[in-house]
């Protein structure tokens, strides 16, 4: 309910048709792409997230849930704000690179020699770099006027 209320479309005529200030944009297959990736792992964290808040102590569990919730909202905001057309998909992704970036710091610094630390690789090369990379890219990316 909240992730519609924040993507509902601005119908105050404070934007313009082509992208400036947070109107609409054209979607071509790359921004969906985009779009399908972020949406699709915004929405994979969620059943970690219940996985998380059952196998951690309490204590740990408060801090990694908060983490990861954030970052599946900023996901799936950017995700779906991308698969809209929605140019104002940027603070969202902007964010989503900065919450990625951090956990996988925290990851890596805070597992135990082994094979959680193996784990906390694979995650961040694997997904949560990469992750971060892509909103990054378009977090900064100029407006294009359709």
């Known amino acids: 309910m909240a992730l519609l209320a924040f993507n509902s479309p601005v119908t105050d005529g404070s934007y313009h048709r082509r992208g400036i200030s947070g ?17 699709g792992a915004g ?12 196998t951690l102590p309490p204590a740990e569990a408060a ?5 990861d919730t954030l970052e599946a909202v900023a996901l799936l905001v950017t995700g779906t704000r991308l698969l809209r057309g929605d140019s104002r998909h940027r ?18 610094t805070t597992a135990a020699p082994g094979p959680e630390l193996a784990t906390a690789v694979a995650m961040a090369v694997g997904a ?17 006027k359709s």
């Not at 109107?23 to 949406?39: E, H, K, N, S």
């Not at 929405?43 to 059952?54: C, D, K």
């Not at 801090?63 to 983490?67: D, E, F, I, N, S």
């Not at 949560?128 to 294009?144: F, I, K, N, S």
């Open 43 to 54: 929405l994979v964290l969620l059943p970690w997230l219940g996985y998380l808040a059952g």
């Open 128 to 144: 949560e770099l990469p992750l971060a990379g892509l909103c990054a890219v378009l977090a900064t990316r100029p407006r294009r």
């Open 91 to 108: 603070a969202a992704a902007a964010a989503a690179a900065v919450l990625l970036l951090a956990d996988a710091c925290l990851d890596l």
């Open 63 to 67: 801090a990694w849930v908060a983490l």
């Open 23 to 39: 109107g609409p944009v054209r979607t071509d297959a790359g921004r969906r792409w985009q779009g399908r990736i972020l949406t």
